[in-house]
Structure formats: structure tokens, C-alpha cells
């Protein structure tokens, strides 16, 4: 086949979008199918942005031509290695003759800063009671949103330059059109998870995540036998959990283990990670109770020194197993737990909020009634935080982890105190533990390389 007449088009996994911020333009290219983000230079955008199947090597090459001023030779000489770098790492491929329709048009949005990730609570709707459930799940909201409302506003999360959606309740899988909104994000393309309690796992539901490409699965483990764990979340919901990621397992889809720690499980929690280990499960947190919902002013929520304790058991058995991952020498830099940089939580009934560890009352807007990138741009509430650091606190500013701590959980110390700060306890307890190695923060798959 002769490249020059041949078309170029990006591989369905990926997206490319570009983003102007404050501090100028953001590039991605991103593999939704692993969440590997390519930073590509401007010259590489040029041409990736024109990988949509409708235009030739050829074509490209004139326009690149006379948009730079360099002679047509000269551009084909540097996109040879590009192009074959691009094929060699599966982003491209050529087409012998155009696409009908071609590929999307990338997306370009103005932004004060990249909004990579949204979880969207598609119902709050639940067929369980959790004990410690942070948003009451069971009977669904006033006013949730439709189909159609979900469908339009997956397509505005693209277009602003979303490159992650998070899918979660309630149960996610009591929504009649689960499967519909999943296939409707995949084809922007977004990287889709799952936050699922497990026990409605099927086969043809597992069927349906493998062909839909989902990338993770998220199931909640809160302990390591059925009687603690069934004694937070119902009869049975133990084994239907443990079954669902037998079968996710099976077939091939990454497991995310969400484990809460309250007072039943420190006795467990090695326990429970031997279990992960089982099943191979390599992903899991392992973060307290939060005291909202339906956990707040229970008798199972631990101290931060209960945690620190429980953080000491985690610590020891990863060493004894040689998991323990020194940090890396990189990651962003922190001035908050993350609030208002990285992520928003949509509600049900399309009330956005900073993120779901809040309250019902802190909600910067509606959905129905401003754009997400209105939101995003002009929330008071959003900019207050971003002006905020938690090196303004004396105590946060001399710990030498405030890089990567950030202060804290700032939603968990707003439900303590009504106010927003630092300081959170239970961050202060678990860098007491891990204070010269992090197992769970910088994942170098999650990390970006570059393309040039």
C-alpha cells in the first residue's frame, strides 16, 4: 500500500483533545482502554487531530505545509518517524481508501484548568441497606435524571474535554439503561469504571463489561468472611461479591477492591488482603468510614488512632510479602486533598458536587440549569478552594509530606467542623505509617509519557 495515498486514522480506543487553560494548551492523546495519556508537541497534535480517516498521508502533508510554511518534502521527512512510532505503539492505523462517516472531530474546549474525571451517580436506587452507606442509597432521588438526560450530558462531558467517567449509585445495575449510557461513553470515547456492590453480577452482565470495554470494576469487600461483611451490607452479599469476582476475573476485566475500615474488620484486614491476594486482585484502597450518610453518629466508625493501628497491620504484611512500593520520585504536587483540580461528582438529580464525600447541602450547581464547564469555570465555591493551600496551616506547612498529602480529606473535615481546612487526622495517621514509602498513590500506568 503507498503510505502517501493512504488514510491515516487514530485506533477507536483513543481520544485527542486539547484543552487552553491559564497556563496554556493541555494535549492529550489518551487510550481509554488502559488510561495511558500520550502528551504529544504541537507538531504531533497537528497531525494526530487530522487522523480521522478523511483526508490522506498526502493531504495531510499539504495542509501541515502550508499551515507552518515548510515545504512539503521537509514535512513528510518528519512525520515518517512519527507515523511509524505511532503505528509501532497501536494509536494509528492506515486505511487504503477514506472512512464513511470519518472519525469525530477532536475536542477543544476553554478551560481554567483540565477536567479529567466525572463520577456520575446514574441512581441512587440500591438493593441493599448498607449500614454505612455515605449517601443513603436505597430509594432513589427526587427528580433523577433520564436516558436522554444522561445521553446529552455524556456528550457535553466529551466535548469539555472529560477523559474518565466513573459509573456509580446506589446499585448502578438497577438502572434499566446501564448498558446504554455505558456504550454511549465508550463510543466519545471515555475510559469507563464501575462502582458495583457486586451481588447483581451475571454472566451476561460480565459478557456485556468485556465487550464494552470497561476498564475496571470496582466491587466493596468490608471484611474477610461473610458474617462482617454481611453484617454491614445484608444476607448473602458476601458470596454473591465474592462470585462476581470470580467471574469478572475469569473474564479478564480489571477488579478494583473498595474495603471500608470500621471496628469489625481490625482484627480482619490482613485477613482480607490475603484474600485480595487470591483472587489476584492487585488494585484495592483502604480508607475509614466517613461520617456522613448513614454512618454518621454510628458506633462503628474508628478513631485515627484505630486506623493507624489498622494502617501498622497493612504495613507489616506487605512487607512480609515484599509488595511494599518505595515512592516515586515524581507525582503532582498537592495544595489540597484534590478538590476542584482534577474531578466533579454528579448526583442522580444532576446536582454537581465538589466531590462525593460531601454533604448534600454543598452543591455548586445543577446540570440542568449550566454546563459543566460553567461549573467547572465560575463556581464560587471551586475557585475559593483553588486559591486555598494547605501550607497555610501551621501544622500541614512543616510535615514534610504535604507535597503529596495535600491537607487531607477537606470534605471530611467539613462534616467535623463545618468549615473548610486541613489537618485531617486519619491523612496525619496514615503518613505516620507509610512515611518513607506510598503503595497506593503514584501508579506509573496511570502516569504520561510523551510523544514526539
Known amino acids: 500500500m503507498n503510505r502517501l495515498k493512504s488514510y491515516p486514522v487514530l485506533q477507536k480506543e483513543?481520544?485527542?483533545?486539547?484543552?487552553?487553560?491559564?497556563?496554556?494548551?493541555?494535549?492529550?492523546?489518551?487510550?481509554?482502554?488502559?488510561?495511558?495519556k500520550a502528551r504529544p508537541n504541537e507538531a504531533t497534535f497537528e497531525f494526530a487531530q487530522r487522523c480521522r480517516g478523511n483526508k490522506s498521508v498526502e493531504e495531510i502533508i499539504s495542509e501541515l505545509s502550508q499551515?507552518?510554511?515548510?515545504?512539503?518534502?521537509?514535512i513528510q521527512k518528519d512525520l515518517s518517524p512519527l507515523m511509524k512510532k505511532m503505528v509501532n505503539n497501536n494509536i494509528i492505523y492506515f486505511a487504503p481508501s477514506p472512512l464513511h462517516p470519518p472519525r469525530p472531530e477532536p475536542y477543544e474546549v476553554d478551560l481554567r484548568r483540565r477536567l479529567p474525571s466525572i463520577m456520575l451517580e446514574i441512581t441512587r436506587h440500591c438493593n441493599l441497606q448498607c449500614k454505612h452507606?455515605?449517601?443513603?442509597?436505597?430509594?432513589?432521588?427526587?427528580?433523577?435524571?433520564?436516558?436522554?438526560?444522561?445521553?446529552?450530558?455524556?456528550?457535553?462531558?466529551?466535548?469539555?474535554?472529560?477523559?474518565n467517567i466513573v459509573i456509580t449509585g446506589g446499585e448502578p445495575l438497577l438502572h434499566p439503561h446501564l448498558f446504554d449510557i455505558l456504550a454511549q461513553a465508550r463510543s466519545k470515547p471515555l475510559s469507563c469504571m464501575v462502582f458495583t456492590n457486586g451481588t447483581l453480577i451475571t454472566e451476561e452482565v460480565v459478557r456485556q463489561f468485556k465487550e464494552l470495554g470497561i476498564v475496571s470494576v470496582a466491587i466493596s469487600i468490608d471484611g474477610a468472611t461473610a458474617e462482617t461483611h454481611d453484617a454491614f451490607r445484608g444476607v448473602k452479599s458476601f458470596n454473591r461479591a465474592v462470585q462476581a469476582i470470580k467471574m469478572l476475573k475469569e473474564a479478564g476485566i480489571p477488579i478494583r477492591a473498595n474495603v471500608s475500615v470500621h471496628k469489625s474488620i481490625s482484627d480482619e484486614i490482613v485477613d482480607v488482603l490475603r484474600l485480595l491476594k487470591k483472587w489476584g486482585i492487585d488494585e484495592h484502597s483502604i480508607h475509614p468510614i466517613s461520617y456522613t450518610g448513614r454512618s454518621e453518629g454510628s458506633d462503628f466508625t474508628i478513631t485515627p488512632e484505630e486506623y493507624e493501628d489498622i494502617l501498622k497491620q497493612v504495613k507489616k504484611y506487605e512487607i512480609s510479602c515484599g509488595e511494599a512500593k518505595k515512592r516515586?520520585?515524581?507525582?503532582?504536587?498537592?495544595?489540597?486533598?484534590?478538590?476542584?483540580?482534577?474531578?466533579?461528582?454528579?448526583?442522580?438529580?444532576?446536582?454537581?458536587?465538589?466531590?462525593?464525600?460531601?454533604?448534600?447541602?454543598?452543591?455548586?450547581?445543577?446540570?440542568?440549569?449550566?454546563?459543566?464547564?460553567?461549573?467547572?469555570?465560575?463556581?464560587?465555591?471551586?475557585?475559593?478552594?483553588?486559591?486555598?493551600?494547605?501550607?497555610?496551616?501551621?501544622?500541614?506547612?512543616?510535615?514534610p509530606h504535604?507535597?503529596?498529602?495535600?491537607?487531607?480529606?477537606?470534605?471530611?473535615?467539613?462534616?467535623?467542623?463545618?468549615?473548610?481546612?486541613?489537618?485531617?487526622?486519619?491523612?496525619?495517621?496514615?503518613?505516620?505509617?507509610?512515611?518513607?514509602?506510598?503503595p497506593y498513590r503514584y501508579d506509573k500506568k496511570f502516569l504520561s509519557v510523551e510523544i514526539r
Open 328 to 399: 516515586l520520585p515524581y507525582g503532582p504536587e498537592l495544595i489540597n486533598c484534590g478538590i476542584g483540580l482534577s474531578s466533579l461528582f454528579i448526583k442522580s438529580n444532576g446536582d454537581v458536587s465538589p466531590c462525593p464525600a460531601f454533604p448534600d447541602e454543598i452543591s455548586i450547581g445543577n446540570i440542568r440549569e449550566v454546563t459543566v464547564a460553567e461549573i467547572w469555570n465560575n463556581s464560587e465555591f471551586l475557585n475559593k478552594v483553588r486559591r486555598m493551600s494547605a501550607s497555610e496551616n501551621d501544622m500541614c506547612r512543616e510535615c
Open 14 to 36: 483513543f481520544s485527542i483533545s486539547k484543552v487552553h487553560t491559564e497556563k496554556g494548551d493541555d494535549m492529550f492523546i489518551y487510550n481509554t482502554a488502559t488510561r495511558m
Open 402 to 438: 504535604i507535597k503529596v498529602c495535600g491537607g487531607g480529606c477537606m470534605a471530611d473535615i467539613y462534616r467535623r467542623t463545618g468549615e473548610l481546612g486541613w489537618g485531617d487526622p486519619f491523612e496525619c495517621a496514615y503518613f505516620t505509617v507509610y512515611d518513607d514509602y506510598d
Open 133 to 163: 452507606c455515605y449517601s443513603n442509597s436505597g430509594t432513589k432521588r427526587e427528580g433523577e435524571l433520564t436516558y436522554e438526560e444522561i445521553k446529552q450530558l455524556i456528550d457535553e462531558l466529551a466535548h469539555t474535554g472529560v477523559l
Open 67 to 74: 499551515m507552518s510554511g515548510e515545504s512539503p518534502g521537509k
